[in-house]
């Protein structure tokens, strides 16, 4: 039984629904006491401490304790080309992603990478990870062991692809089916670990890929699946090339039962009134990576009106089109992003998103996310004072939402004191 002491944030509703500065609880002296890797009480740290004198106590000062980041789509296997220079979508999948990719059916550089990717990703505070594998098996498996060894909730796939690739990356539709199967059976359900079924985007993927995908996705209705849409004009429009009869880029997932409650869309940013609509109706998720969409020239989020639809919203780094490992960047992005878009989002806003919201859009929001009794022990502690730049911002700060916001536009991995991954320490 431990016992961590420092500032306590507790989402008790969705910021974007009525006031986002009174969605949250903040204790400013709390704790919160951990038992067989849950949170078994969140109060007041004197409190606490009178009922708990067995517990062992870790006092974190003024930091922040709060859920670990949920990450809701990357690509760890483009951990090594991170911030590659200068390349609009599809050049950047043909100059910087597919070479790499295809080095993956090598075990020993898949557990490499996938090690590196974790070490940056929790010294980022980052305790939940959503990744595109590669094609190859070794890639899911060293994903997979990665995270188990650490402990963390991990959720991944092997990303199938049987066109528009190089031959090294390029599968068939029997092999998506049957490799898939044969991991979801190896991985899922095993500690804290999830398997997604994952089609790259419609560009890459046969009709009879989609296809076999979807009856994949119909017999195992209880994972999810993930994939791109509507990323950038050039990809929409090769899509309406590829499958001339679909009414848009939505219809061609909605043809092979690939869209539903479970759907991962990634991106998500040129969607037609009619995507928007059947999207909400199906009740699939959207993951916003904002870092990516300005990094490769994407466009501009719709978080204000996919919000006031009612659509289930995801926060991502899109590691590696991405320039960042960190949801603190990531929160910022999306912060520039509303700000270019008319939409202020609030620093409550822009936590809940990292965290519980995003939880919610992978449709674990029952298991973490929150600092609350019941809830797995993800936790992180934050110090809102990491840097002289922040901290002398911070000071000033009349409010917990102030004293966060600094951290958020400018803080990185100094930032994260220490990070709890079902309870045990992990950084």
């Known amino acids: 039984m431990e016992l961590l002491l420092g500032q306590v944030l507790q989402f008790n509703t969705n910021p974007f629904e009525g006031r986002p500065e009174d969605a949250a609880t903040h204790i400013r002296r709390g704790a919160v006491l951990v038992k067989g890797g849950v949170i078994a009480e969140v109060g007041e740290a004197d ?3 009178a009922q708990h004198p067995e517990a062992n106590v870790t006092d974190m000062g003024d930091a922040l304790l709060s859920p670990g980041f949920v990450d809701t789509h990357v690509h760890y ?19 910087y992603t597919f070479p790499e990719e295809s080095r993956f059916g090598d075990a020993g550089h898949a557990t490499e990478i996938a090690e590196t990717y974790f070490d940056l990703v929790t010294a980022a505070g980052t305790t939940t990870t959503v990744s595109y594998c590669t094609i190859h098996p070794e890639s899911v498996d060293a994903y997979f062991t990665a995270a188990q060894t650490r402990g963390l909730r991990a959720l991944g796939g092997k990303t199938c692809m049987d066109r528009n690739a190089p031959d090294t990356l390029q599968d068939t539709a029997q092999s998506a089916y049957d490799d898939s199967k044969m991991l979801l059976e190896r991985w899922h359900g095993q500690d804290r670990l999830s398997y997604v079924i994952t089609p790259r985007f419609a560009p890459t993927s046969t009709p009879e890929q ?9 017999e195992h ?6 994939t791109h849409i509507s990323e950038q004009h050039e990809e ?3 899509v309406a090339d590829l499958f001339p009869d679909a009414r848009d880029y939505l219809d061609v997932y909605e043809r092979f039962g690939l869209v539903g409650k479970g759907a991962l869309l990634g991106h998500a940013i040129h969607l037609t009134e009619r995507e928007r609509d059947r999207i909400a109706e199906l009740g699939a998720s959207v993951i916003h990576c904002p870092t990516s969409n300005m990094f490769i020239g994407s466009g501009l989020f719709d978080m204000k009106g996919l919000m006031e639809q009612g659509h289930r ?3 991502a780094s899109d590691t590696g089109g991405g320039s960042s490992f960190s949801m603190l960047r990531t929160m910022a992005a999306a912060y520039e992003v509303g700000q ?14 990292a965290t519980a919201g995003s ?33 002398q911002r911070a000071a000033r700060a009349e409010s917990i939402w102030e004293a966060i916001f600094p951290t958020i536009m400018m803080g990185d991995d100094r930032a994260i004191s220490a990070v709890w991954a079902g309870g045990r320490k992990i950084r």
């Open 236 to 238: 929409i429009a090769w």
């Open 47 to 49: 409190a606490l401490r």
């Open 221 to 226: 209705p209880d994972l999810l699946m993930q």
């Open 359 to 391: 939880a919610a859009s992978i449709h674990l929001d029952d298991k973490i996310g929150r600092l609350a009794p019941g809830y797995e022990a993800d936790i992180i502690a934050v110090d809102l004072a990491s840097t002289p730049a922040i901290a």
């Open 313 to 315: 919203i995801g926060l």
């Open 210 to 218: 989609l296809e076999a995908l979807g009856s994949l996705w119909a």
């Open 77 to 95: 296997p483009q951990t090594a080309i991170i911030a590659s220079w200068g390349k609009r979508l599809i050049d950047w999948l043909n100059s």
């Open 340 to 353: 270019l878009s008319g939409t202020a989002l609030h620093p409550a806003q822009l936590w809940w998103l």
